[in-house]
């Protein structure tokens, strides 16, 4: 995966920013989406795009396009540096393999304390039963 390549495949929209601002704000575009076409990348393999397409599935619509939206800032091009750092992150948390788990056994002093544990309080709680003399 080309970071270069991926940039390039990346568009970009601007709107205005909702929230408190003043005058400033009702006239900038700061707030800034990304959208990123996973079903036509080029820069992606075929086995990418398919755990992309699973891993990531409920942020992706029903046409392949990725969405992500920052608004963080005042600036748009800080806006547009931080969504995609996220979209960066986001593509490689998913593309990273998931570790098989192992089961183990627990040993055998862990089983022989849990069972002596249980055993002294069995017997606690049988002492305190009122016994018929």
């Given at each position: 995966?080309?970071?270069?390549?991926?940039?390039?495949?990346?568009?970009?929209?601007s709107?205005?920013?909702?929230?408190?601002?003043?005058?400033?704000?009702?006239?900038?575009?700061?707030?800034?989406?990304?959208?990123?076409?996973?079903?036509?990348?080029?820069?992606?393999?075929?086995?990418?795009?398919?755990?992309?397409?699973?891993?990531?599935?409920?942020?992706?619509?029903?046409?392949?396009?990725?969405?992500?939206?920052?608004?963080?800032?005042?600036?748009?091009?800080?806006?547009?540096?931080?969504?995609?750092?996220?979209?960066?992150?986001?593509?490689?948390?998913?593309l990273?393999?998931?570790?098989?788990?192992?089961?183990?056994?627990?040993?055998r002093?862990?089983?022989?304390?849990?069972?002596?544990?249980?055993?002294?309080?069995?017997?606690?709680?049988?002492?305190?039963?009122?016994?018929?003399?």
């Open positions: 995966m080309n970071l270069n390549d991926i940039h390039k495949e990346v568009k970009y929209r709107s205005r920013s909702g929230g408190a601002g003043g005058q400033h704000i009702n006239k900038v575009s700061t707030k800034v989406e990304l959208l990123f076409d996973v079903l036509n990348s080029f820069s992606l393999t075929d086995k990418q795009k398919a755990i992309i397409l699973d891993k990531l599935a409920t942020r992706i619509s029903t046409g392949g396009i990725l969405l992500l939206k920052c608004d963080e800032t005042r600036s748009q091009s800080r806006n547009k540096e931080i969504v995609f750092e996220r979209f960066i992150n986001l593509i490689k948390t998913a990273t393999p998931v570790k098989n788990r192992r089961p183990t056994k627990p040993t002093s862990s089983v022989r304390k849990r069972l002596n544990n249980k055993k002294k309080l069995s017997e606690k709680k049988s002492n305190r039963k009122f016994k018929d003399e």
